[in-house]
Structure formats: structure tokens, C-alpha cells
């Protein structure tokens, strides 16, 4: 299980030192890749400037063909799509699975926002089915809400 506050004051302590945001999301997502055995998969998606597609920026993990994601498909899509995160316990099950490894089983989405502004995600996949509970989600999302500020800080 991931360490939110010890990352965050990571993150703080990055920032203080003038790191900016591609920095900081880049450690983020190489820790929670690296803290949890569940997590087989850990990426980072930014929201272009239209709101209508979402890039890649970072990841760990196995190559994914899915560097671009229109907003509305698959979990990530959906995500932006409905402005909730997603806790997906079998991808077989989601109406529109986008399908980057045989291997996953369950995957979540935690929104990287300020307010009404969706700056990006986080998307993890694991090979376990149900890996992710709400623990997980909240540390995340403690994490995203961290990285918003210094996103939100930049675009100003």
C-alpha cells in the first residue's frame, strides 16, 4: 500500500527545489509502480488543450499502444467523460474496454483535478482481479490532488 503522505512530502520537498509538474508526475507514477506489487501498470494521462483526448505522458510497465485516448473510451475516456474516477474490479465487464495487455484483470483511474478542472489521471492496471479497494483510491487521489496544485500553479 502506497505512502501518500511520504510521497506528497516528496512532492513538496521537489517543488520547494523548482521542480516542475512533468517531474513531479514522473515520480509519482515510478513510486506507485514501484510500492505495490499490485500495480502492474502505472501511468500518466494529460488532457490536451481541447478537453477532447487524452495523451500519455508518463508510464511503467509493459509498452502500450494506447498513447492517445479520446475522452468518452475505455475506463481512462470514461473517466474524464463522467468526472469520476473509476475502480474497474473486472475490465472484461466494462461496455468498451480498451485493451492494451491480456494480462489485466482490473484497472483504476484517479482524476488529476482542481475544482471542475481535469488536468489528467492517473491509470493503473493489475493482473489480480479486484486489486484496487478504496484505500487505494484515496491515497491516489491524495496524490493527484498534490499534483493538481502544482499543475494548476504553472498554467496560471
Known sequence: MVD???VI???QEMREDGHLSDALLRY????LYRVD???DWVGVYLLDDEGAEL???NYFGAPTEHSRIPVGQGVCGT???HGAN???PDVNEFEGYLSCNPGVNSELVVLIRAGNEIYGQFDIDSHRPAAFENQDEVAIQ???DKLAEQIARERR
Do not use: D, G
Open 9 to 11: 512530502r516528496e512532492l
Open 28 to 31: 509519482a507514477a515510478r513510486t
Open 37 to 39: 506489487e499490485r500495480y
Open 142 to 144: 491524495m496524490i493527484a
Open 79 to 81: 473517466a474524464v467523460a
Open 86 to 88: 473509476q475502480n474497474v
Open 55 to 57: 495523451w500519455l505522458h
Open 4 to 6: 501518500a503522505r511520504a
